[in-house]
């Protein structure tokens, strides 16, 4: 991961995304098909959360009846969110990593949704907290490829690759797609809109009290991550998470927050090559080119990581596993002791991690098939 604050995202979207239509979500590209309806007679533990945490489903989460909604289904339901949140991070990274060019058009709406991803994950981090849990980062990482964690978009796929456009299409644009384009069903798995929403229903219903003590405060990109100490602080909290691009609504009355498309849109414009713009049949993927960029070859990561390699390309393996492994533990102990100084020194280890990551995107694979990369393995495995 690298820190984020150290350039500015130097582009806007070209329009404001207080006037965005949801027309937008019918000129878009359905990433996936409907999935195949998901059990939720019991929790269950799922990728990404520690089975010994007897971490659920979110299916399972939102099978509780509304009542039963309490202190501990919110600890078990942010819990879950931070492991949704970590996910999305190493997709990301590998396809802005491989980018050649940094400041293409690309290489930014990319940039600035990552900023987004760290602060989301900060976000529900901090409401943990708030309600006297603590965020268990390093279990939450999450082994590619595999589904989500919680069982949301059960139909998606998250591997690790360079930059291409097929990679936009079925990891980005996959786990960031809004309800309409997907055409779910009520018995589909749920969607990741669904469980912020269930989070803040049950928020306003079992009204916690919300402490700032261990909360952490520190500026990313152009969001600043700071306490949250009342229930409207909780739904400002959550409707920013929705609306950057998790679960953003499709009806004609959202606004949005700033001038950025949502992430589905961002990686949509990468991925059609077109700016979105309205036009008399609606908002349309055919405005100014967004040209794709030029991107190093990284080959999909196999399941297992990487098997069969030199000594050499295996130290560089172990260097970024074990740099990955610091950021976690790092982050791990920024919210266990409240201490912004950790929470800082956790974003100087993220930064480590572009380095070692650029070595392997550069070392050719020996069938020829691209260049090895980072595979982000959780710790312990």
Avoid at 1 to 20: I, K, L, N, Q
Avoid at 306 to 330: H, N
């Amino acid at each position: 991961m690298t820190d984020v604050r150290a350039e500015s995202s130097g582009t806007r979207a070209p329009f404001g995304r207080r006037t965005f239509m949801a027309s937008a979500a019918l000129t878009a590209a359905a990433p996936v098909a409907s999935a195949a309806p998901v059990a939720v007679a019991a929790p269950v533990a799922v990728a990404g959360c520690p089975a010994t945490g007897g971490c659920p489903s979110v299916a399972a989460l939102l099978a509780v009846p509304k009542v039963g909604r309490d202190v501990d289904w919110l600890k078990e339901s942010l819990q879950v969110a931070v492991a949704l949140e970590l996910a999305t991070i190493p997709p990301y990274l590998c396809g802005w990593w491989s980018i050649k060019d940094r400041a293409s058009q690309a290489a930014r709406l990319i940039r600035r949704i990552l900023a987004d991803e760290m602060y989301h994950m900060g976000v529900v981090c901090n409401l943990l907290v708030a309600i006297g849990g603590r965020p268990r980062i390093a279990d939450a990482a999450l082994a590619y490829p595999g589904p989500l964690p919680g069982g949301v978009r059960a139909e998606v796929n998250v591997y690790l690759s360079g930059l291409t456009r097929p990679y936009v299409h079925d990891v980005m644009m996959a786990i960031e797609a809004p309800d309409a384009p997907l055409a779910r069903n009520v018995d589909d798995s749920p969607s990741i809109g669904d469980f912020y929403d269930a989070l803040l229903e049950a928020f306003k219903a079992a009204a916690p009290e919300l402490s700032a003590r261990g909360q952490l405060s520190e500026r990313i990109d152009t969001d600043v991550l700071k306490p949250v100490t009342d229930l409207d602080g909780v739904e400002r909290s959550i409707v920013i998470i929705k609306e950057q691009g998790e679960g953003t609504a499709s009806s004609p009355a959202v606004a949005f927050g700033d001038d950025h498309p949502a992430h589905y849109y961002a990686f949509g414009e990468i991925y059609h090559g077109r700016r979105l713009v309205e036009t008399a049949d609606g908002w349309q993927f055919t405005g100014a080119p967004v040209p794709f960029p030029a991107a190093r070859p990284m080959a999909r990561v196999p399941a297992g990581g990487w098997s069969g390699v030199s000594t050499a390309v295996q130290r560089r393996l172990d260097r970024f596993d074990a740099a990955y492994a610091k950021v976690l533990s790092t982050l791990d102990a920024a919210w266990t002791d409240g201490d912004p100084r950790t929470l800082r020194s956790a974003v100087r280890s993220m930064g480590a991690l572009e380095a070692p990551a650029l070595r392997l995107m550069e070392t050719a694979l020996p069938d020829g098939g691209g260049t090895y990369g980072p595979q982000f393995r959780p710790p312990g495995t």
